[in-house]
């Protein structure tokens, strides 16, 4: 099976930076996905990751290494409108499906 | 270009019904998946389909059961449903593996 575990919650500041931590371990690895997730709506993908390193998006990058089991999603310069959830999720070698971690809430005070 | 489509949005039923909720895949999508979540977790998956069959299966009971049509929409369908069914249910889709999924709004099941 697969185990995901990221922090259940993290506070910052308005125009601050916050890492959100994302540790697995499955039965082989293709690919980490991290999707945003508003309250009360679907999950928005945000970046994938199957090689180590860092990928940069504008305000965010995502870091995988594989020989950790262990990726970051980093959020630069915190907006109001980016209080979500923010799911990590895996897909395991010669697997169809994302297995996903339970949801960092993320809440930026002004 | 029209997203990931989900009908109804939301729905209340009894313990005992059944319920069928459905899905368009986002254009140029062949594969769809379905997710329960429930409130405070992250999605769990239930099953994909692709060239109309179930390829993958989560850890749910038979009482879960799906199709695929030729144009891709899908079906999840919910037998003798259980308090416990409450959550909201995702339809994503994709092209074939490996391509990110696209999620749609979601529909919010409850059962009373």
């Known amino acids: 099976g697969q185990n995901i575990d990221q922090p259940t919650e993290m506070t910052a500041t308005e125009g601050a930076i916050v890492q959100i931590n994302c540790t697995y371990q499955?039965?082989?690895?293709?690919?980490l996905f991290w999707y945003q997730q508003h309250a009360g709506e679907a999950p928005t993908f945000l970046s994938y990751n199957v090689l180590d390193g860092l990928e940069e998006k504008g305000r965010f990058s995502s870091f995988l290494s594989r020989s950790k089991g262990y990726s970051y999603l980093l959020l630069k310069e915190l907006q109001m409108k980016d209080s979500a959830s923010y799911l990590c999720?895996?897909?395991?070698?010669?697997?169809?499906?994302?297995?996903f971690g339970a949801g960092t809430t993320v809440t930026v005070r002004a | 270009d029209a997203g990931v489509t989900q009908s109804p949005t939301h729905l209340i039923k009894t313990r005992g019904q059944q319920v069928t909720l459905r899905c368009s895949p986002k254009?140029?999508?062949?594969?769809v998946s379905w997710y329960q979540q429930a409130l405070g977790q992250g999605p769990q998956f239930i099953f994909q389909y692709y060239e109309e069959e179930e390829r993958q299966r989560g850890n749910f009971p038979d009482r879960f059961s799906g199709h695929q049509f030729p144009n891709y929409s899908s079906e999840l369908n919910v037998n003798a449903l259980l308090l416990g069914d409450s959550a909201l249910y995702l339809c994503?889709?994709?092209?074939?593996?490996?391509?990110?999924?696209?999620f749609g709004p979601g529909t919010r099941l409850t059962v009373t």
């Open positions: 999720a895996v897909r395991p070698r010669n697997d169809y499906k994302l297995s």
């Open positions: 499955t039965s082989g690895f293709n690919g």
């Open positions: 994503a889709s994709s092209r074939d593996f490996p391509y990110e999924q696209y």
């Open positions: 254009s140029g999508h062949d594969t």
